[in-house]
């Protein structure tokens, strides 16, 4: 079990910097990966980065260069630095989890957060 409370989120003007954190808590004994979905006004979600337990992380392609992913292994923590942003960044943004390092970009991630809302204004 992978409890996900996310914060952050809020309204920003094009240019400006949003960040958003995620606290999991859980019984397993590690979380392999994490990251953050998001899904624009009527869009698909869409997964926008993530982090193993090496700390290793990956980018939508749209997003390199103006986002950063980090984590905490700690404290089960995940955070996403947003700077530059457009509007087209606007959506819910999902934190989600998996305790296990394989399978999960095929079934998607077992455990998400309620999501946090990002308006960016033009």
């Known amino acids: 079990q992978v409890q996900l409370v996310e914060s952050g989120g809020g309204l920003v003007q094009a240019g400006g910097s949003l960040r958003l954190s995620c606290v999991a808590s859980?019984?397993?004994?590690?979380?392999?990966?994490m990251g953050w979905y998001r899904e624009a006004p009527g869009g698909q979600r869409e997964l926008v980065a993530y982090?193993?337990?090496?700390?290793?992380?990956n980018y939508l392609d749209s997003v390199k260069g103006r986002f950063t992913i980090s984590r905490d292994n700690a404290e089960n923590s995940v955070f996403l630095q947003m700077n530059s942003l457009k509007p087209e960044d606007t959506g819910i943004y999902y934190c989600a989890a998996d305790p296990i390092p394989y399978g999960w970009r095929r079934r998607g991630m077992d455990y998400w957060g309620k999501g946090v809302l990002v308006t960016v204004s033009s």
């Open positions: 982090i193993d337990n090496g700390a290793n992380t």
């Open positions: 859980t019984n397993e004994p590690s979380i392999a990966v």
